[in-house]
Nanobody, 122 residues
Framework: QVQLVESGGGLVQAGEALRLSCAGSGSIFSINVMGWYRQAPGKQRELVAQITSGGSTNYADSVKGRFTISRDNAKNTVYLQMNSLKPEDTAVYYC????????????????WGQGTQVTVSS
């Protein structure tokens, strides 16, 4: 059984910062890509940022220069530092990870966290 548990969401004012964390636990053999997605009311879920096991990153254009994704492979944890937050960043943020539970490639699956609410007031 694998779980991803997010923390760090909340209510902030525009211009402030928040740091999200997502920790993986359970039968984890390895984690390849980890990422953050978000879904605002009435909108589709969208990619915010991704990071590979080697540290390569990818960001949505809307967050470049404001958000930073990082990970601690020893702790199976990914972070999202969000600075200069805007009201349009308001959404439920979900952690995602591509996880193998054994050495077999066939054990690879995508896992999602339960989501954490981020609300930015103007």
């Amino acid at each position: 059984q694998v779980q991803l548990v997010e923390s760090g969401g909340g209510l902030v004012q525009a211009g402030e910062a928040l740091r999200l964390s997502c920790a993986g636990s359970g039968s984890i053999f390895s984690i390849n890509v980890m990422g953050w997605y978000r879904q605002a009311p009435g909108k589709q879920r969208e990619l915010v940022a991704q990071i590979t096991s080697g540290g390569s990153t990818n960001y949505a254009d809307s967050v470049k220069g404001r958000f930073t994704i990082s990970r601690d492979n020893a702790k199976n944890t990914v972070y999202l530092q969000m600075n200069s937050l805007k009201p349009e960043d308001t959404a439920v943020y979900y952690c995602n990870a591509e996880i193998r539970t054994t050495w077999r490639a066939s054990s690879r699956s995508d896992y999602w966290g339960q989501g954490t609410q981020v609300t930015v007031s103007s």
